[in-house]
């Protein structure tokens, strides 16, 4: 079975554990996902399956997508992943739960973009405490100095500075599974997941180290 499936992120709550103790819970609404296409080493040179998952209407899609979703036969989807594993019982239009993958008590990595917010300075994006605020001060949120004309003149590459915070790619390791409700298709994760409600997440097996 393959070692991963697609979601989307519903929210968070709480919920109680037997002893009394409160657990915040992130929701998953996890599959079901379609396999659309089957990869091996002898033509495509590695082992996966991509998976769909998110109804799409068919008008959104061009003729070649709609040629290639046609071999599954399991219609058109919104997101395609590739994810590897022990795929040899998996088959072209074959449908994987989450309870296929997944159990209480396994631990996952959870990806997904997290929420863009715009151009920011280097107080909010690196945490920056900025400069003096009494009276007289010309330097308050500034991000200081980024370097000396005599050596290196320039700026090093990497350097933090003011610019474009969040909408990148984010995983969060090491995440418990409190819960699976294969009924719904939900899975609740211990703690925050990265990306906003109705964002579309990747849950995999944790690797071990």
């Known amino acids: 079975m393959v070692n991963g499936i697609l979601g989307k992120k519903l929210g968070m709550t709480q919920i109680f554990a037997e002893n009394g103790i409160r657990i915040p819970v992130t929701v998953i609404e996890a599959g079901?996902?379609?396999?659309?296409?089957?990869?091996?080493?002898?033509?495509?040179?590695?082992?996966?399956?991509?998976?769909?998952?998110?109804?799409?209407?068919?008008?959104r899609i061009n003729k070649p997508e709609m040629g290639h979703f046609k071999k599954a036969g399991k219609g058109v989807f919104a997101f395609l992943r590739e994810m590897d594993g022990n795929i040899a019982e998996c088959e072209v239009g074959s449908e994987i739960l989450c309870s296929d993958v997944f159990s209480a008590g396994d631990v996952v990595d959870v990806s997904g973009v997290s929420k863009g917010k715009g151009f920011q300075g280097v107080i909010k994006r690196w945490n920056f405490s900025g400069g003096r605020s009494s009276h007289g001060s010309k330097f308050h949120r500034h991000g200081g100095s980024i370097g000396c004309s005599a050596w290196p003149a320039h700026v090093f590459k990497g350097k933090k500075m003011a610019g474009q915070m969040g909408?990148?790619?984010?995983?969060?390791?090491?995440?418990?599974?409190?819960?699976?409700r294969a009924d719904q298709n939900l899975i609740l994760v211990k703690g925050a997941v990265p990306g906003p409600k109705n964002g579309l997440v990747t849950i995999r097996k944790a690797v071990k180290a």
């Open 167 to 180: 909408n990148e790619q984010v995983t969060t390791q090491n995440l418990e599974i409190v819960d699976v």
């Open 32 to 59: 079901p996902c379609s396999v659309v296409q089957k990869k091996v080493v002898d033509t495509d040179g590695y082992d996966a399956v991509q998976l769909g998952f998110g109804a799409q209407k068919a008008h």
